[in-house]
């Protein structure tokens, strides 16, 4: 019997090896070392420059360098623009695609795509509807007497631009999440609501809106999590500019490494960006607990 | 003995024999790949490099990036132990870097060794020495440019416009020598839909001026520097070896561009090289100052629609006084990665021979897809100058010594090129208030970084050693 279980064991261990390799290799390694470049003077460009150990002085020029806390403002900018109007179009359109009407299935589906877009084909996508001369939105926007606007090339407009893209990618995720959660609602306060007179936005805001409350801080933090990873996008729509206008805190450690080609800076970004996101987290899981508590 | 003198035959028949009968070259089974630009000095060469395989038997095989991110790129193929590539598209201001770090081959002692086939002396010294490093030949011009104003030549020689232009300025139209008639070009001829240019009313509107104003990849440092330089000024202090950018020369460039700014396409702030000489191209608008290699384009009715719709002028850049002042100067090159084999540096130099070589420009030039050259026999040739009229002025700016100057070529070019794009870019796009500022704020970073080093170090990165290849 023993030996039955230690065989079990050795086996469930095997079968999980390849997992924890491959978690080792692209995750666990890469993050040690990106920790070791964190205090050390490593520029991949000029190995001329001494390769030495440096202390935090990394981390000392990350939180003084005025540039970092300028993209940290844009990534909360970008993330309270992004989030507040896909939690508003989310959930109206999740109440709307569970709602038995003819097609829905078919749209339920057409709206899922834009989702299963790559980031960089999205920013494409946007790029040729945005283009000042040739772009589509501009010559719609003729239509209604509206001069051409610089969609991606001035500065009042160029977050915002980044904001839309992102926002027609990303809505349908809260459509998804939203259609489960009110799936999932038992009918009985419902009844018991329209027996008592409600209103539709009575029977929303009072029964709908507290019982999927947890699903929505849950898909929020998701979304919060990917405004601070957001690249792609930007990089393909604006790559930071006009200015610094939509340099975001991604942005920022991709050109300490891979424009000044300073890892250790780079890796120093990094793991604040980390602990910007950590401190993230536990404000979304006190607001979920919260939330949990009252309900 | 007998046997002897038979084994020997019979050795000398197959090496020879079989050698001469089955065509075996003498880079037969090398392959070689190339990490390029996809931008005339390469799109020219790539069609044909089959012809390269059948003459040598070495195998080429570029693969062509766009120029934001290429330098990534070849900084990685660099730090690799292992390489990929064996060839290099190298632009010049990438010299510095590049050749401190010890990632391409020294091509000084091949260029001696191989002078006459190369025709050395009919190449324009200064495109060489725009690709060394410390008196190191680092890379070879595959494409000689200058930095030089291209124009609407049909509208500056139409009557009615030279009549207005001289009614309103007080004197002729025509090429601006100073920066101050160019603005004063550059509004002359900005108009709006419906109004009228060159005798026909316009459907769109037309800008006086097209410039790199994006900040990717630092693109308007690319038309910032020219500028800055031909109002004398220079990017180092020559006593410590820092930034020396935040100059009147300096201050002087970023107004003339900040002026500039009303008679550019409304998307200025997001003009590229390649955005910015395609208005060129299309005609659409007057003037724009920019690399000779994309004026090439402007001859060729299958790469532009300015010759179908009207004619391009070419003229040397502007200057602060309108004096002569050393043109600028640039050139897209091809150099070997040092840690390829022998055998491959061999091969990737015959290449690199045979890919810039004068037979092959001047093919190319003569089937009509020009190439920004660097022969002196090509630029003068009249038959060819009556085709490229921008031959003479290529020709013309950097042919004598002391009539040019090269490029910007410091191994923290990539910091410069970036920390002033973006500075400059906030600077045009209003978010930061003065040119000062902007260019205080550029030098104090750029500054922070070279302070490290010491002055002596600094002060040997700013000398430009003449090449040892003229020794």
Known sequence: MAYSKKRNRNIFLIFLLPAILVLFLTTIYPMLYAGYLSFRSYDLAKPFVPRIFVGWSNYKEVLTSSEFFHTLWITLKLMVMTLSVQLVLGVGMGLLVTQRLPGMGIARTALLIPMMISPVIVGLVWLFLYFPELGYLNYFLSFLGINPIAWITSTEWALWAIAIADIWQWTPFIMMGTAAALTNLSPEPYEAAQIDGNSTWDIFTRVTLPQIKPVLISLMFLRAIDAFRIYDIIFVLTKG???????????????????????????????????????LIMLFFKSLNHSRRIS | MKNLFLTAWICATLSFGFGGSSGAAEFDGIELKMLAIGDTSVTRLAPIVDEFEELTGAKVQIDMFPYPGLIDKIVIEASANSPSYQLMWVDSPWVGVLGESGALEDLTDLVKRDA???????????????????????????????????????????????????QKYGYPLAPAKTWEEFIDIAEFFTRTAGETLGGEILEKDFYGNAQAYSRVAGAITHDFFPIFRSFGGDYWDADTGLCGINSDAGLAAADVMKRLVPFNPPDYLGLMWDIRTGYMERGEVAQSGYWSVRTVRLTNPNEAVLPTIGEAGYAPSPTGDGGPIETMTG???????????????????????????????????E?????????????????????????????ETQDEPGDAKRRIFHPFYADVEEIFGVELNKYMAGETETAAEALTNACTKIDTRLRVFPEELRLRWINDVPASIFE
């Open chain 2, 116 to 166: 006459e086939e190369i025709n050395l002396n009919d190449i324009l010294p200064i495109q060489l020495q725009e690709n060394t490093w410390q008196g190191r030949l680092l890379a070879f011009p595959a494409s000689g440019m200058i930095w030089h104003q291209n124009y609407r030549k049909d509208l500056f020689e139409n009557a009615d416009e030279q009549a207005a232009f001289e």
């Open chain 1, 241 to 279: 500019g006009p200015g610094d206008a939509t340099e975001v805190l991604s942005m920022f450690i991709y050109r300490q490494s891979f424009t000044f080609w300073r890892m250790g800076t780079g890796a120093a970004a990094s793991f604040v960006s980390l602990v910007v996101i950590i401190l």
């Open chain 2, 331 to 365: 050139a897209l090159s091809f150099g070997i990665n040092s840690k390829a084999t022998d055998a491959e540096k061999e091969a990737a130099w015959a290449f690199i021979k045979w890919g810039t070589s004068r037979d092959i420009m001047r093919r190319f030039a």
């Open chain 2, 367 to 395: 089937e009509g897809n020009g190439v920004s050259m660097f022969h002196r026999s090509i630029l003068s040739d009249p038959k060819l100058q009556e085709r490229y009229p921008y031959y003479k002025v290529l020709l």
